[in-house]
């Protein structure tokens, strides 16, 4: 294990508690609410925050742990951190915020910026090395932090909220940039997201945190397939679909079915279906749904005032429906029934 | 955070009602005459014998040595007690955040005073100095500290705020880089302050320049050691010579205007 933290923190009158690992090459997506902690556990992770209790190892290297007085701070730990809103040095070219971590680490001048200069041509963005943070598109910007927390080869990468400042038209773009930069790292890495999307398609495990607490860990196909609190059934009982563009660019191939969503990107994308937009019908419908595949319940669970009711299929679905509908179609395990889903509620991204 | 006006509501706000309009005229008259004043009375043709009098370039060049020197000590003392004050919380902070600014309104005369009884020869710390062989009182280094005195709050208060104001996640993403605490200052902390520094440093000096109660009383009135431009407009005036007064005094208008002038914009908004 790369990354092992057990993590106790008290600031002011917000506690945190969390433990997790993150092995090599693996992303872990921290996912939760605005206020739930997530910022401050990567401080911890980062160095800037020291914990209360508990310990933190990076790389068989402890890094805090106060019951035996240890505590490495940041600038001594190989910890390499995209903050939100990038904070890239304002008076600096964008070639010298890469360069910052090597000169500080005793690096020449000259060498960190060829160094850096080579990172910035790994991100895409050589073009701009002369350009200062402001004079940068945010994707552009996003690029630039991602270089300069990777030039110091840290052997722990912490992002924080690295999409959220992007317009639609650019996180898209930049999730799957952002995807190939990381497949190339070694070290364990944590992502920090408010967004499912992201968390959905970038991670390999999620830890999903509320009011400081850890709800729920697993795999995104664990957590969404079985979401179990009716928050996180919320944040992220979506149905989620790997799967492959058709070449008319408004079909998804998933296995054997094929759901139809207009301006599908192209290539290997991840297709998810809110529950809350799947209809149940005992007979297949005459409307104009273009998504409509047959199967059979096999479980229902309430969650509050909805139902979730679990369809398998050629295209094994969660459908979140009234108890009223439940009645009124007589569902229950083995009721043989249609899902149909608009196509405008699929969305799709490239991954 | 400032609310976005539209421009037109910016330009010209008519809930403002005529009287405090005409009072607002008033008031800038109130500056305003003063000024015209010295400029009708200018007698322009002595000017230049004026300025190139022996005793006016001695003024003239003690008072730029010893409001730069100020300048220096206020920023070297000045910005890590604004870098304490905005940044360590501590018992006692407000009392030391009023007693640094005191000098801002205390009249410079009781600061000239307090500062010969307690730098001076048989003051509270002078009586030392003094056996060091630091002689404050009636020497330009007495000129210097007076100046630092009046002047350096000006600094402090500007820096201060903008210690307090500068986004300290960009210093945590300098120490996750590998940055030292003094690389941190260096390359991080002090670009984000440079132009309130810039702004302090600047009306600190135009203070120090101006300095003359506390100078006066502490560091006496010795041509050529301690009797600065202020000093030297004084006593011109005193004796007669109304004409040399009036020179100088634009002299020192002009610096204080141009540095608000140089202010303006650029830095009054750090502030």
């Known amino acids: 294990m790369t990354l092992e933290a057990r993590i106790g923190v008290t600031i002011g009158a917000f506690t945190l508690r969390a433990e997790l690992s993150v092995a090599d090459g693996e992303m872990l997506a921290v996912l939760g609410p605005n206020g739930a902690g997530k910022t401050t556990l990567l401080r911890t992770l980062a160095g800037l925050v020291p914990v209360d209790e508990g310990r933190i190892v990076v790389d068989d290297r402890v890094v805090d742990d106060p019951s035996a007085g240890v505590f490495v701070a940041a600038e001594r730990r ?274 | 955070m400032m609310m976005r006006v539209p421009a037109r509501a910016r330009r010209s706000d008519s809930s403002v009602p005529v009287a405090a309009r005409v009072i607002a005229v008033i008031a800038v008259l109130f500056f305003a005459i003063p000024l015209a004043g010295l400029l009708w009375r200018a007698p322009w043709s002595s000017a230049w014998s004026v300025l190139t009098s022996h005793d006016a370039r001695q003024a003239l060049r003690l008072s730029i040595e010893t409001s730069l020197a100020a300048t220096a000590i206020a920023i070297a003392l000045g910005v890590p007690l604004a870098w304490v004050q905005a940044r360590v919380a501590y018992p006692g902070r407000r009392v030391v955040r009023a007693l640094t600014l005191m000098p801002m309104v205390l009249p410079p005369v009781v600061g000239g005073i307090a500062l010969l009884l307690a730098l001076g020869r048989r003051g509270l710390a002078g009586q030392y100095l003094d056996k060091v062989g630091v002689h404050l009182p009636f020497h330009v280094g007495g000129a210097v500290i007076a100046e630092t005195f009046v002047a350096m709050p000006f600094l402090v208060l500007t820096v201060e705020a903008a210690f307090r104001g500068a986004d300290r996640r960009y210093e945590d993403a300098a120490r996750t880089l590998g940055a030292s605490r003094w690389s941190v200052f260096r390359r991080v902390t002090l670009p984000a302050i440079r132009p309130a520094l810039m702004a302090g440093a600047l009306l600190c000096w135009a203070r120090a320049l101006g300095e003359f109660g506390a100078t006066i009383t502490f560091a006496g009135n010795a041509a050529g050691k301690t009797q600065t431009l202020p000093l030297f407009v004084y006593v011109t005036l005193e004796t007669g010579n109304g004409d040399a007064a009036i020179i100088l005094s634009l002299v020192l208008l002009a610096v204080a205007l141009a540095v608000l002038v140089g202010l303006r914009d650029r830095w009054l908004s750090a502030i």
């Open chain 1, 78 to 351: 190989a910890v390499g951190v995209v903050f939100q809103d990038y904070l890239l040095f304002g008076q600096l070219s964008a070639l010298d915020n890469v360069a910052f971590g090597l000169r500080e680490r005793g690096m020449k001048r000259a060498e960190a910026r060829a160094r850096a200069r080579q990172l910035l041509a790994d991100v895409g963005v050589s073009d701009k090395a002369g350009a200062r943070p402001r004079e940068l598109s945010g994707g552009q910007a996003q690029r630039v932090a991602l270089a300069r927390a990777l030039a110091t080869e840290p052997t722990l990468l912490l992002l924080d909220e690295p999409l959220a400042a992007l317009d639609v038209q650019t996180r898209s773009e930049t999730r799957r940039h952002l995807r190939e930069t990381l497949a190339g790292f070694r070290g364990a890495r944590v992502l920090v997201t408010h967004d499912p999307v992201d968390a959905l398609t970038l991670a390999d495990r999620l830890l999903i945190i509320e009011a400081g607490q850890v709800v729920q860990t697993g795999t995104p196909a664990e957590i969404v397939a079985q979401p179990r609190s009716e928050y996180v059934a919320e944040l992220v009982g979506m149905n989620l679909y790997h799967g492959v563009t058709e070449a008319d660019g408004a079909h998804v191939r998933v296995g054997n079915a094929l759901l139809a969503a207009p301006e599908a990107p192209a290539g290997e994308v991840v297709a998810i279906v809110p529950p809350n937009a799947v209809v149940l019908h005992r007979e297949p419908p005459s409307g104009s749904a273009r998504n409509v595949w047959p199967g059979r319940v096999v479980a229902l669970e309430r969650h509050g005032t909805r139902v979730r009711v679990r369809v398998e299929g050629t295209l094994p679905i969660v459908a979140e429906v009234t108890p009223a509908a439940v009645d009124e179609l007589e569902l229950t395990a083995g009721t043989p029934v249609c899902a149909a889903v608009k196509a405008t509620e699929i969305a799709v991204y490239a991954v």
